[in-house]
């Protein structure tokens, strides 16, 4: 897997110059105010604990207004398996998440809902209730996020912030996905098991600020998509690693 990459402001501006000069084309998706549920799994091919809460994201991904994603870490490593899916900057995620909340509690399998709280991926009744605990609990705002795509490029646009709310400083994520990875594990402690990864994060990309102004970026598909990402993700999510304020979809998740 290809490492995380963050555009500087140089060439962001440019590819957006870009983008109103040429007209990126393509379908919006996500466009609307409907706040969808973001649930993140933490995950490794060497945690002998995580194959039912890989498993359970077939159910979690097929839940209504559920966005689901899958971060490999690699982190356990050493046991005896190099995670084929992991990657250095979906640890670092996972890390920063426990940064910001304060707890520094990092585990597998770890499912972060909003990037606010945090539960043991397999157990089931305690994610759906804290997905019901996040819906009853909105963030300060949510934020429309579109996805727009042509041959070359994405386009993503944030609307502005609501007129009758502060603005709070938030960071743009692209994220790129496969929607399933079947894997033969051969050492460590899920030797011989076959699984099949769901939504599977192949590059995070930091791509800008938000300061709460509509706000458009183009992205050239070439550098934040890999071969195997046939979908991606934009997330609106506040610093540091905290709510998510807005998200928009290209592909499909769920299938």
């Given at each position: 897997m290809q490492n995380a990459i963050e555009l500087t402001r140089r060439q962001?501006?440019?590819?957006?110059?870009?983008?109103?000069?040429?007209?990126?084309?393509?379908?919006?998706?996500?466009?609307?105010?409907?706040?969808?549920?973001?649930?993140?799994?933490?995950?490794?091919?060497?945690?002998?604990?995580?194959?039912?809460?890989?498993?359970?994201?077939?159910?979690v991904r097929a839940m209504?207004?559920?966005?689901?994603?899958?971060?490999n870490v690699d982190y356990w490593d050493y046991r005896g398996w190099r995670d084929t899916l992991a990657s250095p900057e979906?640890?670092?995620?996972?890390?920063k998440y426990a940064k910001a909340r304060g707890d520094?509690?990092?585990?597998t399998p770890q499912m972060i809902i909003d990037g606010a709280t945090h539960v043991v991926g397999s157990q089931k009744s305690a994610v759906v209730s804290a997905i019901k605990h996040s819906l009853a609990n909105p963030p300060p705002?949510?934020?429309?996020?579109?996805?727009?795509?042509?041959?070359?490029?994405?386009?993503?646009?944030?609307?502005?912030?609501?007129?009758?709310?502060?603005?709070?400083?938030?960071?743009?994520?692209?994220?790129?996905?496969?929607?399933q990875v079947p894997v033969e594990i051969e050492k460590g402690e899920n030797a011989g098991q076959h699984i099949i990864y769901l939504n599977v994060v192949r590059k995070l990309v930091p791509v800008g600020m938000w300061h709460g102004e509509r706000t458009t970026l183009a992205l050239p598909k070439d550098s934040v998509m890999t071969e195997d990402s046939t979908s991606c993700v934009a997330l609106l999510q506040m610093k540091p690693l905290g709510r998510i304020l807005g998200c928009a979809i290209w592909g499909r998740l769920n299938s």
């Open positions: 962001v501006l440019g590819l957006a110059a870009g983008a109103v000069a040429t007209g990126a084309v393509g379908r919006v998706v996500k466009a609307d105010t409907v706040r969808p549920t973001i649930v993140e799994l933490f995950t490794s091919q060497g945690c002998s604990s995580c194959p039912p809460a890989d498993a359970y994201m077939a159910e209504k207004d559920v966005v689901a994603l899958t971060y979906n640890s670092k995620r996972q890390y520094m509690d990092v585990y705002m949510w934020v429309p996020v579109s996805i727009l795509a042509n041959d070359t490029e994405f386009q993503i646009t944030v609307d502005q912030a609501p007129l009758d709310t502060p603005a709070p400083t938030a960071s743009l994520w692209f994220v790129s996905v496969a929607p």
